[in-house]
Every structure is written in C-alpha cells, then in structure tokens.
C-alpha cells in the first residue's frame, strides 16, 4: 500500500493546483494501492475551508480517490461534512456529532476564578 498525504488530495482537488498533473499521474499509476487516514481527512477538512472548498466534495473525492481510509467510514466523514456545511460546525465538532451517533454529548465548560 502507498500512503497518500493531504497535500496529494489537495493537488488532485484543488483548482489550478501546479501539481495537479503530477498527482493525477501517481494517482493513475497507483489508484488500486493508495491508502489514507482520518488524520488526512480532518486534514483535508481544516485546509479545505481556508481554500474555500465544500467540505462535502472534498470528503467525497477522497473516498472516490482511494480504496482504503483507516479510522473512518464514508458515512461518518461524509455525516460530519455535511454538519460543516449546513450547520456551521467547525471540524473537530462535526467529528464529534458525526461519531456520537445522534447520543448526547457530554460537555464541561471551564470557568475562570473570576466566574
């Protein structure tokens, strides 16, 4: 197996990528070996809204673009894409939600001394 990278997603993805080439070639010559992780699509996520790229393609290319993500199913990526989009979750929320399975989340708010 061959680990891909966010930056290898983020040149397939990303429009006017000067690597796009490049990558579309690895990505032809090794698409039945590539591999990536939760790690690369909550990266993906995080560099995605800097670029202004819908969260909901960009989880869809990745698990279109690799036979194999560790960690995560495409319906839990996808769950949490669609929170970030629609709901205005920031990323590591939307994981949350998306991994909770619709159960209540615990949450503790930190005080100051001054509260």
């Known amino acids: ?3 891909a990278d ?7 993805i990303k429009p006017r990528n ?12 090794h ?5 990536t992780s939760v790690t690369t699509v909550t990266e993906m996520l995080l560099v995605g809204h800097r670029f202004s790229l819908d969260p909901e393609l960009v989880v869809g290319s ?3 673009l690799v036979p194999r993500v560790t960690g995560i199913d495409c319906d839990t990526a ?3 894409a669609h929170l970030i989009k629609e709901k205005g ?13 619709g159960n209540t989340i615990v949450q503790i708010m ?3 001394e001054s509260d």
């Open 1 to 3: 197996m061959i680990y």
């Open 6 to 12: 966010t930056d290898f997603f983020l040149a397939l």
């Open 18 to 29: 000067w690597l796009n080439q490049r990558a579309k070639e690895l990505h032809e010559e």
């Open 31 to 35: 698409r039945h070996e590539l591999v």
């Open 62 to 64: 990745i698990f279109s």
């Open 78 to 80: 996808s769950a949490a």
């Open 89 to 101: 979750l920031n990323v590591f929320d939307a994981f949350h939600a998306a991994y909770c399975g």
């Open 110 to 112: 930190f005080l100051t």
